[in-house]
């Protein structure tokens, strides 16, 4: 009788230790996302500061791009690491959602936007897009982490996209369609054959394909968003299948 209850009392500090095990993993872990998410507001709260900042000085949008270009490649290279989260399970995100945006971005600031001198309108267009969308998907991370979420947040997130989404897609498409001239011109990024490699790419193309994707890639990321919203807002339950 003794022994079965010294059993019993092992099990139970066991159970114990296992439930304050996980309770300090989950609090740490949610204050490492809540700290990530922070930052990420700050940083693109930064752009946008930086940006109005530029447009009052000078009165034109005519060299903003330049101005905060290096800090934007930095962002968004960065967010690579975003991706890796959702690999891992750090975060309960699409992986194939998350890389789709995160890589498309990172194609627009350094093989687009970093090697072609263009029109800035399109440029400008998807900037201020993704400066908007991004302080408020992180602002709403970080007070739904805070368990202090105001409405005009969750409204924010779940309702602007609907204009968003497709005005950056717009802006991105129009800078690589305002490349193609230039670079079908220059060669740029092209290998011709005969060459030690034998081997050719033509990157006019690569651009032409590039733009093609767009038309089965970005519904996706949409009607995702447009699922969650039903969900968030309206209480919906949504069953997706496994990505």
Known sequence: MASSEEDGTVEEKE???K??????LAYRMAHFLQHRHDRRVRAWLVLAMAMIRFYIQKGTHKGLYRSIARTLKFFQTFALVEVGHCAIGIVRTSVIVTGVQVCSRIFMVWFITNSIRQSEESVILFLVVWTVTEITR???????LLHHLPYFIKWARYNLFIVLY???VVGELM???AALPFVRRS???SMRLPNVYNVSFDYYYCLIIVMLSYIPLFPQLYFHMLRQRRRVLHGEVIVEKDD
Do not use: E, V
């Open 15 to 17: 159970n114990n230790n």
């Open 19 to 24: 439930k304050r095990t996980k309770s300090a």
């Open 166 to 168: 497709p005005l950056g």
């Open 187 to 189: 060669g740029m990024y």
């Open 175 to 177: 800078t690589i369609y």
């Open 138 to 144: 992180y602002s709403y991370y970080t007070f739904n």
